[in-house]
């Protein structure tokens, strides 16, 4: 399985960025994919995810309203839409596929190689 | 501000065991919940060490190990090798914040 990453990008504070990540093999809606960020010397963060064969998705408190996460069956891909860009939200996003079950907490299995977004006027 | 908890850093010298903690509380470990653990070399992105507390996936030397204990978890390096130098996070599920994932605060091993 490999999970590959759409390019950098740079933005303007309160502009949109979309990042995509599209998964090889046949297995996509066998899963769910979560979105993790990594500002510059920071920890990791969660901030989404979605089930491909439900078409629905969560997100974490603190992206509530600005992030929007969603998945196409047809090109196995996942995106991650944030919007409203600050300059605190300049990170590497990374995919990851999801393992586990609904009875057990999920761990991430395979990830993207993460994409650089920066937010600077 | 991660609701777990780790070390800012550890270190040792070639060969030395260490271990990092990773502390939570009752709505997140100590609630039963399972705990993964991540390498992260740098620049790269993490890549699964430990999954369900104590389980290791293929690939991964048994100089890495996971166990947990009430509101605690801990990851454990024998033998340790320059190669192991990187950051380590635990992930895990918290209750009280209805997130599906939260990860620690991270470690940092350096390798003397």
């Known amino acids: 399985v490999q999970l590959v990453q759409s390019g950098a990008e740079v933005k303007k504070p309160g502009s949109s960025v979309k990042v995509s990540c599209k998964a090889s093999?046949?297995?996509?809606?066998?899963?769910?994919f979560s979105w993790v960020r990594q500002a510059p010397g920071r920890g990791l963060e969660w901030m989404g995810r979605v089930i491909p064969i439900l078409a629905t998705a969560i997100y974490a408190q603190k992206f509530q309203g600005r992030v929007t996460i969603t998945a196409d069956k047809s090109t196995s891909t996942a995106y991650m839409e944030l919007s409203s860009l600050r300059s605190d939200d300049t990170a590497v996003y990374f995919c990851?596929?999801?393992?586990?079950?609904?009875?057990?907490?999920?761990?991430?299995?395979?990830w993207g190689q993460g994409t650089l977004v920066t937010v600077s006027s | 501000q991660s609701v777990l908890t780790q070390p800012p850093s550890v270190s040792g010298a070639p060969g030395q065991r260490v271990t990092i903690s990773c502390t939570g509380s009752s709505s997140n470990i100590g609630a039963g919940y399972d705990v993964h653990w991540y390498q992260q070399l740098p620049g790269t992105a993490p890549k699964l060490l430990i999954y369900?507390?104590?389980n290791r996936p293929s690939g991964v030397p048994d100089r890495f190990s996971g166990s947990k204990s009430g509101a605690s978890a801990s990851l454990a390096i024998t033998g340790l090798q320059a190669e192991d130098e990187a950051d380590y996070y635990c992930q895990s599920y918290d209750s009280s914040l209805s997130a599906f994932s939260v990860f620690g605060t991270g470690t940092k091993v350096t390798v003397l």
């Open positions: 093999g046949d297995t996509f809606t066998l899963f769910s």
């Open positions: 990851a596929r999801e393992q586990g079950s609904s009875s057990s907490v999920y761990y991430f299995d395979h």
């Open positions: 369900a507390n104590s």
